[in-house]
């Protein structure tokens, strides 16, 4: 069993950064690719930023590019979505997931099996 824990959302004015955080525990290795995605309300979930396993490739969303920034605890399974000049189109519910076993990253949710319940980012105009 492998348990995600999403936190760091929050209420916050455009313009302003957040970071948050994810944790992913029990029956993983540490070596596991996590992603980040979001679902806005009326909208479907879509794809943030992923990280491999190992730390060292990441993807990211064209959207998000140059303003958010997925990072990870060598070896462990916490990763961070720093980000920065948040707009109020980024409002959403942030999720975090990880792959089973593969240290490959992804843009595919399918391809992730474990999901944490989320977390509300809210960016006020």
């Known amino acids: 069993q492998v348990h995600v824990v999403e936190s760091g959302g929050g209420l916050v004015q455009a313009g302003d950064s957040l970071t948050l955080s994810c944790t992913a525990s029990?029956?993983?290795?540490?070596?596991?690719?996590m992603g980040w995605f979001r679902q806005a309300p009326v909208k479907d979930r879509e794809f943030v930023a992923s990280i491999s396993g190992s730390g060292a490739s990441t993807f990211y969303a064209d959207s998000m590019k140059g303003r958010f920034t997925i990072s990870k605890d060598k070896g462990q399974n916490t990763v961070y979505l720093r980000m920065n000049n948040l707009k109020p189109e980024d409002t959403a519910v942030y999720y975090c997931?990880?792959?089973?076993?593969?240290?490959?990253?992804?843009?595919?949710?399918?391809?992730?099996?474990?999901w944490g319940q989320g977390t509300q980012v809210t960016v006020s105009s």
């Open positions: 997931a990880a792959r089973r076993g593969n240290g490959f990253g992804s843009r595919e949710s399918s391809l992730y099996a474990y």
């Open positions: 029990g029956r993983v290795t540490g070596s596991e690719a």
